[in-house]
């Protein structure tokens, strides 16, 4: 994708090849500045801030972050002590336990002199496979955009709800949510994207809006509580979301808010689709909403907020009264039952165990 008319990833080996530079995504809209990790403490610092976010990005980030270890020390112990702390940064997104899992069990079985050049190697071959399987599910997506696009009689606006930031910048390219919208744009489609703003960090405002923005996608933030108004008088024609973490049986945990999407989306007979890589799908879980572990962050990302003065600098101001108390859970899980089908890289799925082995029969056996 591009920004500012020039192609860009999320990450890449910096010029000395063996830096990891990652935009900011903490800046963004305001400002596009690259960051240089030059050690996996400053790859676990990266995804912990937010600096990078999105599960499929986290998975990358982590998996560039045991290179990072691999350069300065390929012994176990070094490896242990990196993966325990990548891991530890993030509790909710199954792609960074996948990422760092995938390295890890290839790195052990390797000489230590052999480590470094595997875990580069290793990390760019998963982000080259992230942008594949984004693709994938843009055209999956795309088929069913086009078909209820036609059966609503080509209307001369599709308008697609989406919550948070499931687009390239939460991927390597492309987006998992957001990759069905980009190819029914490039095919034509007039399609409109409600983007909810999406409480507390606004990935939706500052992240969605940007990314369509620059693609040329037409769009309009709306509040957080709007989708379900809109929804009632005939202005959703679909929603899609990404997802952090989906159990064997369909369960989608994602961003804070998701569920009442899913709600407002059933009780108004709206379809409601999840795009995901099977990096995302957690073979090991069977019910989402007690098995899921919900990432808590601290209270001042809904205390306070950043935004853009009149001269340009970048500020941040409290917006409660002094000494309320404030909860800040970054992510929701929506039961199975009201997601209409999940998007993979393999084709559409039902919510639902069986739907899921149909296109991974690979998992009946484990
Ligand atoms: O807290 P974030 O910004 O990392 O949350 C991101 C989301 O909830 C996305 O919807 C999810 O990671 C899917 S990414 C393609």
Same mark, same amino acid.
């Given at each position: 994708?591009?920004?500012?008319?020039?192609?860009?990833?999320?990450?890449?080996?910096?010029?000395?090849?063996?830096?990891?530079?990652?935009?900011?995504? $903490?800046?963004?809209? &305001?400002?596009?500045?690259?960051? $240089?990790? =030059?050690?996996?403490?400053?790859?676990?610092?990266? !995804?912990?801030?937010?600096?990078?976010?999105?599960?499929?990005?986290?998975? +990358?980030?982590? @998996?560039?972050?045991? @290179?990072?270890?691999?350069?300065?020390?390929?012994? %176990?112990?070094?490896?242990?002590?990196?993966?325990?702390?990548?891991?530890?940064?993030?509790?909710?997104?199954? %792609?960074?336990?996948?990422?760092?899992?995938?390295? /890890?069990?290839?790195?052990?079985?390797?000489?230590?002199?052999?480590?470094?050049?595997?875990?580069?190697?290793?990390?760019? *071959?998963?982000?080259?496979?992230?942008?594949?399987?984004?693709?994938?599910?843009?055209?999956?997506?795309?088929?069913?955009?086009?078909?209820?696009? *036609?059966?609503?009689?080509?209307?001369?606006? &599709?308008?697609?709800?989406?919550?948070? %930031?499931?687009?390239?910048?939460?991927?390597?390219?492309?987006?998992? +949510?957001?990759?069905?919208?980009?190819?029914? &744009?490039? +095919?034509?489609?007039?399609?409109?994207?409600?983007?909810?703003? $999406?409480?507390?960090? #606004?990935?939706?405002?500052?992240?969605?809006?940007?990314?369509?923005?620059?693609?040329?996608?037409?769009?309009?933030?709306?509040?957080? %509580?709007?989708?379900?108004?809109?929804?009632?008088?005939?202005?959703?024609?679909?929603?899609?979301?990404?997802?952090?973490? $989906?159990?064997?049986?369909?369960?989608?945990? #994602?961003?804070?808010?998701?569920?009442?999407?899913?709600?407002?989306?059933?009780? #108004?007979?709206?379809?409601?689709?999840?795009?995901?890589?099977?990096?995302? !799908?957690?073979?090991?879980? *069977?019910?989402? !909403?007690?098995?899921?572990? !919900?990432?808590?962050?601290? @209270?001042? *990302?809904?205390?306070?907020?950043?935004?853009?003065?009149?001269?340009?600098?970048?500020?941040?101001?409290?917006?409660?009264?002094?000494?309320?108390?404030?909860? #800040?859970?970054? &992510?929701?899980?929506?039961?199975?039952?009201?997601?209409?089908?999940?998007?993979?890289? =393999?084709?559409?799925?039902?919510?639902?165990?069986?739907?899921?082995?149909?296109?991974?029969?690979?998992?009946?056996? /484990?």
């Amino acid at each position: 994708m591009k920004i500012y008319g020039k192609s860009m990833r999320t990450i890449w080996v910096a010029d000395d090849s063996w830096g990891v530079e990652i935009i900011d995504q $903490t800046k963004l809209p &305001f400002e596009v500045t690259t960051r $240089t990790l =030059r050690s996996w403490q400053e790859a676990a610092t990266a !995804i912990r801030d937010m600096v990078v976010r999105g599960a499929p990005l986290i998975g +990358a980030t982590g @998996a560039y972050g045991l @290179a990072l270890a691999m350069r300065e020390d390929s012994s %176990n112990e070094n490896l242990e002590r990196a993966y325990t702390a990548l891991l530890a940064t993030r509790p909710t997104a199954v %792609n960074l336990r996948w990422g760092l899992d995938d390295l /890890k069990g290839r790195l052990l079985k390797v000489a230590p002199s052999e480590r470094m050049g595997l875990a580069y190697r290793r990390a760019a *071959e998963i982000c080259d496979e992230d942008v594949e399987t984004c693709k994938a599910i843009g055209r999956h997506g795309l088929a069913i955009i086009r078909e209820l696009w *036609e059966k609503k009689g080509k209307p001369p606006r &599709f308008n697609v709800l989406t919550h948070c %930031n499931a687009g390239w910048l939460a991927c390597i390219d492309w987006g998992t +949510a957001l990759a069905p919208i980009y190819m029914a &744009f490039e +095919a034509g489609i007039p399609i409109h994207v409600w983007v909810d703003e $999406t409480r507390p960090r #606004n990935q939706g405002a500052s992240l969605t809006a940007f990314e369509l923005g620059q693609h040329g996608v037409d769009h309009t933030v709306i509040a957080d %509580n709007q989708g379900g108004h809109l929804m009632q008088h005939g202005l959703v024609d679909m929603a899609i979301v990404g997802t952090d973490r $989906t159990t064997a049986t369909g369960d989608v945990c #994602n961003k804070i808010g998701t569920y009442l999407k899913a709600l407002a989306a059933h009780d #108004n007979g709206v379809p409601f689709y999840v795009g995901l890589p099977f990096t995302t !799908i957690d073979w090991t879980l *069977e019910d989402g !909403i007690r098995q899921i572990p !919900i990432e808590e962050r601290d @209270a001042r *990302e809904l205390s306070h907020i950043t935004g853009r003065t009149a001269d340009g600098r970048l500020e941040t101001v409290d917006i409660l009264p002094k000494g309320s108390p404030a909860l #800040n859970y970054g &992510f929701d899980v929506t039961p199975a039952r009201l997601v209409t089908g999940l998007i993979t890289e =393999r084709g559409v799925a039902d919510a639902s165990r069986e739907g899921l082995l149909k296109l991974y029969p690979e998992q009946t056996a /484990k």
